[in-house]
């Protein structure tokens, strides 16, 4: 299962890209905190991503979930450095044994404390042009896309992303040459 904090949501959707959750295997849930800050808050502040996702979600792409209290989301919750969405990514992540797929550092990194695997916007579009969901080209212009509307992605990151997709389209390009 895989939980979606609120940053992969908006820059897959800004990119409108979000169609490539549904590469990953599994369900794909964000948290009702999330729905909250995401969709909620999106749509009264006239955000277009914000229905694009609320589409995803009326079509099944998306579920909304209630997080039940644990011992992990009562230690995350006095963690003044945790937004209450990324709290309860984490915690039910924890408790559903998920994948989180967030990209702040520091939730990535309490994470990494709790026990809890992660994965980033990245991740999802590198695997989309993997899987053969998306062409290499269409992988950049999907990162570039998330960057150009806001997506912070540290340079050496970037660098490391590119060199990825160029890989990706090198074997593709050679498994084509028999």
């Known amino acids: 299962m895989w ?8 820059y897959l959707a800004k990119a409108r890209r ?21 969709v909620a808050s999106g749509l009264d502040g006239g955000y277009p991503d914000a229905r694009r996702i609320e589409r995803r979600i009326d079509e099944g792409v998306l579920e909304v979930a209630s997080v039940e209290e644990t011992d992990v989301s009562e230690r995350l919750d006095r963690n003044p450095d945790l937004s209450d969405a990324d709290v309860s990514v984490l915690a039910h992540a924890a408790a ?15 994470a990494d404390v709790e026990g809890i695997e992660t994965r980033g916007t990245a991740y999802v579009v590198l695997l989309a042009a993997k899987k053969g969901e998306i062409d290499a080209d269409e992988a950049r212009e999907t990162i570039d896309a998330m960057v ?3 997506w912070y992605c540290a ?6 992303i590119v060199r990825t997709i160029e890989s990706l389209a090198d074997r593709s390009n050679a498994g084509g040459k028999r």
């Open 148 to 150: 150009d509307r806001g």
């Open 18 to 38: 979000l169609k490539l959750v549904t590469t990953l295997d599994g369900r794909c849930v964000l948290p009702e905190r999330v729905h909250a800050e995401v």
């Open 3 to 10: 939980i979606f904090d609120a940053t992969p949501l908006i």
């Open 155 to 160: 340079p050496d990151v970037y660098a490391r």
């Open 96 to 110: 559903v044994d998920g994948i989180a797929v967030m990209d702040d550092a520091y939730g990535r990194n309490a």
